[in-house]
Nanobody, 119 residues
Framework: VQLQASGGGLVQPGGSLRLSCAASGSIFDIDVMRWYRQAPGKERELVATISSFGITNYANSVKGRFTISRDNAKNTVYLQMNSLKPEDTANYYC??????????????WGQGTLVTVSS
């Protein structure tokens, strides 16, 4: 199983970006999907989670600005980021609990996608 993240880039403060992360491989289904971020010199932090039923949770720092969503048919999770601030600059990583065709549940990480918020 692989998670492939995309959508990062350079954006001005107040702007928007949409990140995507697609899972591929021997997948039966996917339980919780998450986005983390890690800024230079800081620890990795959990940004948002979404359950298989669509229940979402957010870090206080992004509530009201970021929206996590998923397309179960495409095994893909999204992170819509609005009103971006310089402090949102970080590498963003997707993470998912994937049940394979043998019904074994494993946690996977995608590669990072860099988001830079700067004028």
């Amino acid at each position: 199983v692989q998670l492939q993240a995309s959508g990062g880039g350079l954006v001005q403060p107040g702007g928007s970006l949409r990140l995507s992360c697609a899972a591929s491989g021997s997948i039966f289904d996917i339980d919780v999907m998450r986005w983390y971020r890690q800024a230079p010199g800081k620890e990795r932090e959990l940004v948002a989670t979404i359950s298989s039923f669509g229940i979402t949770n957010y870090a206080n720092s992004v509530k009201g600005r970021f929206t996590i969503s998923r397309d179960n048919a495409k095994n893909t999770v999204y992170l819509q980021m609005n009103s971006l601030k310089p402090e949102d600059t970080a590498n963003y990583y997707c993470n998912a609990d994937v049940r394979n065709t043998a019904r074994s549940l494993t946690n996977y990480w995608g590669q990072g996608t860099l988001v830079t918020v700067s004028s």
